[in-house]
């Protein structure tokens, strides 16, 4: 049975259409008629040697996949869904040694050692510092006279902050890092004018970057998270190009989609108004889900098949890509009542805005939580009367649902 809703041709992972909506009513369709659904590409177009991918809609789908790498692999084509179309195969490739696009048993050996950095008891050390950069950020935007824009005055400043303070990044240095992952991720966006070099050159940067510090390290070790992850290889920790990429990883991973949660968030505060009544009134501790379900800031991730399998009614081949679309699965009325509705008192609220559990379930998930928390009760004490000065202008992406600028004003 094919999907109603679904022209011949669409593509959920088109830039062209992201970079003006979520496509929710087109997920809604798949997700009651045919959930698993082949979507064809023109050979090649997304920077892989074949015709399209598989669309995965249903939570209990993406779940599936996301917990058996042993048949859905992140590292055989990456977990990232589309590449420009000019991409080499080797540039791809490279890519394999960033977390995000490693399989176990490798993956579980990274993954032990760099989830020293985001223990309980790390994310605790940075709470109070994080609640007075929180603070700040909002008492400058505050200071501001008229309109300004939120993304560049609020939301991107305390996700890269608390980057830099969990790995130990110099003030002076902070810009470079908010520089460099901008570009990695801006090469779908013309506005931006970032070709796939400059985002590769961008990538380089951050590399190297970290490598120079876990070196420093190394030589001089210090009490902070960086030399607990790079001093002592043979002990079981990073090496210095394993570091590189890992700082590469939290530079998009860390820093892109919390800024765009924050981001979305507000625009949704700010258009149910009685929701953002609530919070000021009772700073609800389930506000920070609702916030990344709702805004779910990144799209879609891919794995590829090892084997022939099935999946939601379809027959997927060996080699086959798999798109997991989260923001569909975070609509889905099997999981959510009134998905529809954005919700701060949601409870429960297993949404997949950290992904689908498994290997691969977001590593910063409390560090992203508490400086949603964090930035919002700064907001609500310091700019209640904030107000929508304008429309959001969306980043034109293929899997990051990401706005660029969201005009604000307050009273």
């Known amino acids: 049975m094919h999907c109603p809703a679904l022209p011949d041709g669409f593509d959920l992972t088109d830039p062209d259409l992201l970079h003006h909506r979520v496509p929710l009513p087109e997920f809604a369709g798949l997700r009651a008629a045919e959930p698993v659904r082949w979507i064809p590409q023109p050979h090649g177009l997304a920077g892989f040697d074949d015709d399209g991918y598989w669309a995965v809609t249903r939570h209990a789908d993406v779940k ?3 917990t058996h790498p042993e048949i859905f692999s992140s590292y055989l084509n990456t977990a990232i869904i589309r590449f420009n179309e000019h991409i080499e195969r080797d540039a791809i490739d490279a890519q394999r040694l960033i977390l995000l696009n490693m399989d176990p048993p490798e993956h579980t050996r990274v993954r032990q050692i760099v989830q020293r950095g985001f223990t309980p008891r790390s994310i605790r050390a940075l709470e109070e510092r994080l609640r007075t950069r929180a603070q700040s950020i909002v008492e400058g935007a505050r200071a501001r006279s008229g309109p300004f824009d939120f993304v560049t005055e609020v939301a991107c400043e305390l996700p890269l902050q608390a980057i830099a303070e969990l790995i130990g990044v110099p003030q002076e240095d902070r810009s470079k890092i908010f520089d460099w992952s901008n570009k990695m991720i801006a090469y779908d966006d013309p506005e931006y004018a970032i070709t796939e070099e400059v985002g590769t050159l961008s990538a380089t940067e951050i590399i190297a970057y ?12 210090a009490h902070d998270i960086v030399t607990t992850l790079v001093a002592a290889e043979d002990e079981g920790n990073l090496n210095s190009d394993e570091f590189g990429f890992f700082v590469l990883m939290l530079a998009v991973a860390g820093n ?12 949704a505060f700010l258009t149910h108004a009685d929701q953002w009544e609530l919070f000021k009134r009772e700073r609800p501790a389930t506000a920070a889900e609702e916030i990344v379900r709702w805004a779910t800031p990144v799209n879609a991730f891919q794995r590829t098949a090892t084997q022939d ?15 997991l679309f989260y923001a569909s699965a975070n609509h889905d009325p099997d999981v959510f009542t009134d998905p529809d509705a954005f919700d701060i008192t ?3 609220n297993p949404h997949l805005g950290f992904g689908g559990g498994g290997p691969h379930f977001c590593l910063g998930k409390s560090l992203a939580v508490l400086e949603i928390d964090l930035i919002f009760t700064a907001l609500a004490d310091a700019m209640p009367g904030l107000k929508l000065a ?9 899997w990051i649902n990401g706005v660029k600028e969201l005009p604000v004003s307050a009273d």
Do not use: F, Q
């Open 346 to 348: 949601r409870d429960p």
């Open 210 to 221: 970290a490598m120079n510090m876990a070196a420093e390290r190394k030589r001089c070790p």
């Open 390 to 398: 304008g429309d959001p202008r969306r980043l034109r992406s293929a």
């Open 309 to 323: 399998t099935e999946l939601g009614g379809a027959r997927i081949r060996k080699g086959d890509r798999v798109g």
């Open 64 to 66: 599936y996949v996301s």
């Open 256 to 267: 892109e989609t919390t800024r765009n949660a924050i981001t979305h968030g507000m625009h």
